[in-house]
């Protein structure tokens, strides 16, 4: 992500955000083909820039696009383009999409960055936290990821392969963890005094709260992610699935725990202050995690979980919460400034974060659990 950058610069009048969403909205008026795409292209090039949203929504759009995309860009303020697409819709009003409901764009994400405070910044995390390696779904292998974050400045990093129970990503099982745990420690040994790496794994949360790893098995690796993959039916609230696999001893984090997908999938439905009291009370921490399409959790859900279990008479103290990249390959490692972000916009207090510590503090804290 280029830190320095800031949206809206110059001509651009309509926030990031508003362009992309208008994009999506005139493409979902379409019937499917070429010219659906093509809105849904220049949406995603508004939504993922750091820069100006018309630049970057114009750079790949067909001659047919350009002049609707700079008399969309040419509105004063995000009401005047939701009028307008509501107009081009033939008067239909805009409703916009609750699958997209809560997610930056990548320029509000920037601007946050710039304005701080600097206490979170991606540069002053130790830790580069849920990362994949071709062990299970991602693109690299784990020394190439290792020593990507150890470039980046961090002191210390968590891989978090997948388990083999999401088959999809052809997770790891008891052997694939064993071997992974040797190339571990000889990384470590080579080069742990200047970058350490702990073994996670993020296991599944079945449709029950119970977990696909067996207790001895999830005993083995330093740090057990806990994540729902499946089982998304909208109508159902899962408070009690997510509370039980919280309360399973041995789980340390509850990895993006609304499961939502931009464009895709709202997430689960639960009481989220029952589900953050139980993460402090258990002593899990929460994860923000930084994919770009997942932002899970948001900053109001953010802001709930800092706040959980928070009771000044009895003392608690609220959830820790871990700054995840979720990163598939080495340029993903960059979506921890997403997690940041999200973070600063909560405001979150530093220690509440686990990447802000050091490696051997970090180690206590799993140790601990
Ligand atoms: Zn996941
Ligand atoms: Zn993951």
Redesign the pocket.
């Known amino acids: 992500m280029s830190r320095g950058a800031s949206p809206n610069r110059g001509c651009d009048r309509v926030p990031n955000e508003a362009l992309a969403e208008a994009l999506f909205a005139l493409s979902e008026a379409e019937p499917p083909g070429d010219r659906r795409l093509a809105l849904l292209r220049a949406g995603y090039a508004a939504f993922d820039t750091a820069g100006g949203a018309r630049p970057a929504a114009l750079a790949d759009a067909p001659d047919w696009l350009r002049p609707l995309i700079e008399q969309l860009a040419a509105c004063r303020g995000a009401d005047a383009v939701a009028a307008a697409v509501g107009r081009l819709a033939g008067g239909r009003p805009l409703r916009p999409r609750a699958t997209r409901s809560g997610f930056l764009a990548r320029s509000a994400i920037a601007e946050i960055l710039r304005r701080g405070p600097s206490e979170l910044h991606p540069r002053r995390l130790r830790g580069a936290c849920h990362w994949h390696t071709h062990d299970s779904d991602g693109k690299a292998a784990l020394a190439a990821m290792a020593r990507a974050c150890a470039e980046k400045g961090h002191a210390w990093s968590l891989v978090s392969d997948h388990s083999r129970g999401l088959e999809v990503a052809s997770g790891l099982d008891r052997e694939g963890l064993r071997l992974q745990r040797g190339r571990i420690a000889r990384w470590n040994r080579e080069r742990g005094d200047e970058h350490r790496v702990f073994q996670g794994l ?1 296991v599944e949360v079945l449709a029950d709260g119970t977990l696909d790893v067996p207790h001895g098995e999830r005993l083995e690796v330093s740090c057990v992610l806990a ?1 729902v ?1 499946s089982h998304f039916d909208p109508d159902r609230d899962q408070t009690d699935r997510l509370l039980r696999a919280v309360a399973t001893p041995g789980v340390h984090v509850l ?2 725990p609304r499961g939502r997908h931009f464009h895709h999938r709202q997430g689960l439905r639960a009481r989220w202050e029952k589900v953050f009291a139980a993460c402090a009370d258990h002593g899990v921490a929460v994860e923000i995690n930084g994919f770009p399409r997942r932002q899970d959790l948001d900053a109001d859900l953010a802001r709930v979980a800092v706040a959980a279990g928070c009771d000044l008479m009895l003392g608690s103290a609220g959830c820790d919460l871990m700054l995840g990249s ?1 990163a598939h390959a080495v340029p993903h490692l960059e979506f921890d400034a997403y997690a940041a972000a999200i973070a600063m916009a909560a405001e979150v207090p530093r220690q509440r974060v686990l990447n802000v510590r050091h490696a051997d503090e970090f180690e206590a804290w799993l140790n601990d659990r």
């Open positions: 993020e994540a993959h990895a993006h979720d």
